[in-house]
């Protein structure tokens, strides 16, 4: 029971988004997903601490992905709640 902090509704619709696509910047899942930046950040913040996804800059841009060694417990995670 020590993941149950990935089951959050924010956190579930970040990781369905960016099991669709190789990466994503923060802008698009900001977009896409109708979030707050700050709420956003805390989301992508903890699901980076906990080894989900990785975070790189390319300029101004920030950009996310699902850790390649973590795709398969994600995918595990979006079809347990749905």
Known sequence: MKNLWIFNEGRIAILCKLLGCSSSRGCDLR?????K???LSH????????????????????????????????????????
């Open 43 to 82: 989301h992508l913040g903890i699901l980076r601490d906990n080894g989900i996804i990785e975070e790189w800059k390319e300029g101004r841009e920030k950009y996310y992905r699902i850790r390649p060694g973590k795709r398969a417990f994600v995918r595990d995670v979006v079809r347990l709640v749905k």
């Open 37 to 39: 930046k700050p709420l």
């Open 31 to 35: 977009e896409c997903l109708e979030m």
